[in-house]
């Protein structure tokens, strides 16, 4: 399949450099900010999930009678709704996006912001509710057939989900982690497997992990790999490296503020995604061509953190990087949430998608 790209859905104008405080959804820049996405021609967006923040499905909807070809994807923790409903859900939002709908699991990294809406599950009983709770959605989109449910985490009888995917069958379903019981449900279960920037090497090591528990569970296909990173692009190395030490400061001086989502004093993160990162930022600050992980240790690696910072040619050549090495899903966003998209839109997407098309077009030839 074609290399694709995602962005995340920023439902205002508040920004990790210039954060607003307590703002509302603006639902004239959602608009702009999404058909911006569909018109440089990005073909994800993800409406992510937090225990303060807002809902998804509604975000998604408004998005998706926005746009005519990007794809939502759902941002969705087991914990905060039953699986009979979330199959519906889903299902009536592929409908009303003529099967534009995709769902990403997460299995809950924060046991602090878990119990904020009572769930009070460690870790590993999360993820083995996350994977109870993916084959019953898979069951309920496959057929129309009344089905009975008697799990460890879930039960019922007869449950019925006439609401069918576009597609007759399913929704693509996305799974992320960077611990082994992600690697295993991901690997067995998910359509996608989300991963942050990390170095090449990790990265694929990470990569080959998932394949070969896909293998494991007898599968015939296996994940597309999802890679996210933070670009800092600008036209020359110089001023995107001056660019990008502006773009630490503001977040260093916003965290010391208080205006940051991370507080100064913030213990360290208790998932396995952020604590790799952050013990990748002790190797140095610039890893592989174009990594920088200065941001990470700013924001103490708070979700996807990792930069790529250069020239528009330098990011693109390390993003082709990640291509080579099995990524078929690109997220990038950057700092400046609606100028970084599209000069992500006009610059980077289309010399990526340009070199893909020659190697493509070289490769055929040479047989």
């Known amino acids: 399949m074609p290399t694709e790209f995602i962005s995340l859905t920023f439902p205002n104008a508040s920004t990790e450099l210039n954060p607003l405080p307590n703002p509302s959804i603006d639902p004239d820049y959602l608009t702009r900010y999404a058909r911006n996405l569909d018109d440089y021609e990005f073909n994800y967006t993800l409406v992510p999930y937090d225990s303060s923040y807002f809902d998804p499905f509604t975000t998604g909807a408004t998005i998706a009678a926005v746009t005519k070809n990007l794809k939502i994807i759902i941002a969705l923790r087991p914990n905060t709704l039953y699986p009979t409903v979330a199959a519906k859900a889903l299902a009536t939002l592929d409908q009303l996006s003529r099967g534009r709908a995709v769902v990403h699991f997460i299995a809950g990294g924060s046991d602090v912001e878990q119990a904020r809406e009572g769930d009070f599950l460690g870790k590993e009983e999360r993820y083995a509710r996350l994977e109870e709770y993916i084959k019953i959605l898979k069951r309920a989109w496959e057929s129309p057939e009344p089905f009975d449910w008697d799990g460890k985490y879930y039960q019922f009888k007869q449950f019925r989900n006439l609401v069918r995917p576009v597609n007759g069958k399913s929704i693509p379903?996305?799974?992320?982690?960077?611990?082994?019981?992600?690697?295993?449900?991901?690997?067995?279960?998910?359509?996608?497997?989300?991963?942050?920037?990390?170095?090449?090497?990790?990265?694929?090591?990470?990569?080959?992990?998932?394949?070969?528990?896909?293998?494991?569970?007898?599968?015939?296909?296996?994940?597309?790999?999802?890679?996210?990173?933070?670009?800092?692009?600008?036209?020359?190395?110089?001023?995107?490296?001056?660019?990008?030490?502006?773009?630490?400061?503001?977040?260093?001086?916003?965290?010391?503020?208080?205006?940051?989502?991370?507080?100064?004093?913030?213990?360290?993160?208790?998932?396995?995604?952020?604590?790799?990162?952050?013990?990748?930022?002790?190797?140095?600050?610039?890893?592989?061509?174009?990594?920088?992980?200065?941001?990470?240790?700013?924001?103490?690696?708070?979700?996807?953190?990792?930069?790529?910072?250069?020239?528009?040619?330098?990011?693109?050549?390390?993003?082709?990087?990640?291509?080579?090495?099995?990524?078929?899903?690109?997220?990038?966003?950057?700092?400046?949430?609606?100028?970084?998209?599209?000069?992500?839109?006009?610059?980077?997407l289309p010399r990526v998608r340009e070199e893909l098309k020659k190697r493509e077009g070289g490769a055929n030839g040479a047989h």
């Open 173 to 348: 379903v996305s799974v992320g982690g960077s611990s082994a019981e992600a690697y295993r449900i991901g690997g067995s279960l998910a359509d996608i497997f989300g991963l942050w920037g990390e170095p090449l090497k990790e990265t694929k090591e990470q990569i080959d992990r998932i394949y070969a528990e896909a293998a494991k569970a007898g599968r015939e296909d296996r994940p597309r790999i999802w890679v996210t990173f933070r670009p800092i692009v600008a036209e020359t190395e110089e001023l995107a490296w001056a660019k990008a030490h502006r773009t630490l400061d503001a977040l260093a001086g916003n965290r010391a503020e208080g205006k940051s989502r991370v507080p100064a004093g913030a213990p360290p993160p208790q998932n396995v995604g952020s604590q790799r990162l952050l013990e990748i930022a002790k190797r140095g600050e610039v890893q592989d061509r174009a990594l920088w992980y200065p941001t990470v240790t700013a924001t103490n690696a708070r979700g996807a953190s990792t930069a790529l910072v250069g020239s528009i040619q330098t990011v693109v050549d390390s993003l082709l990087d990640y291509v080579g090495l099995g990524a078929e899903l690109i997220s990038i966003r950057g700092y400046d949430n609606l100028n970084d998209a599209i000069d992500y839109g006009r610059y980077v």
